[in-house]
């Protein structure tokens, strides 16, 4: 029995989702620690352990494409321009949801914290507008 598009579209989403999530993964491993603004990974693997993660990461990810073969899935083409602006106006929503006014429920901020929030964040915004400019055209 074979499967109907739909079915193959949920199941290539969800395998989709860890690949997604092992191609970070392999990052990670290949360094001793990664650093963002808002994060600091160490890597707690020895140079052994790391070696071991990585092959058993590449084999899951060759069935990933056996099972995309095996079942005749999907191989999506994402639009990485539309996937850019999409994302950033979803961003821009949620920090919505950061501004002073909106945050009362978390408690009151005084006058000049809620300024330089807010000041901040109309920054962000129109950073964030400019990529989104750009990305359109």
């Known amino acids: 029995m074979t499967m109907n598009i739909d079915q193959k579209r ?5 395998l989709a ?6 191609v970070r993964f392999e990052h990670l491993l290949r360094s001793d620690e990664t650093i ?4 600091r990974v160490p890597n707690p693997f020895g140079n052994e352990q790391r070696s071991k993660l990585l092959r058993l990461i590449a084999a899951v990810k060759e069935h990933l494409a056996a099972m ?3 079942f005749g899935l999907p191989t999506e083409i994402v639009d990485l321009r539309w996937q850019l602006t999409a994302t950033l106006l979803h961003i821009a929503t949620n920090l919505e949801e950061c501004y002073p006014r909106r945050m ?3 408690g ?8 330089q929030l807010t000041q901040h964040l109309q920054r962000l915004s129109e950073l964030l507008d400019a990529i989104q400019s750009e990305a359109k055209k």
């Open 10 to 14: 949920f199941l290539a989403a969800a």
């Open 104 to 106: 009362k429920g978390f």
């Open 36 to 39: 963002t603004i808002f994060q």
């Open 17 to 22: 989702e860890l690949e997604g999530h092992l």
């Open 68 to 70: 995309r073969d095996a």
């Open 108 to 115: 009151e901020l005084d006058t000049e914290t809620a300024t």
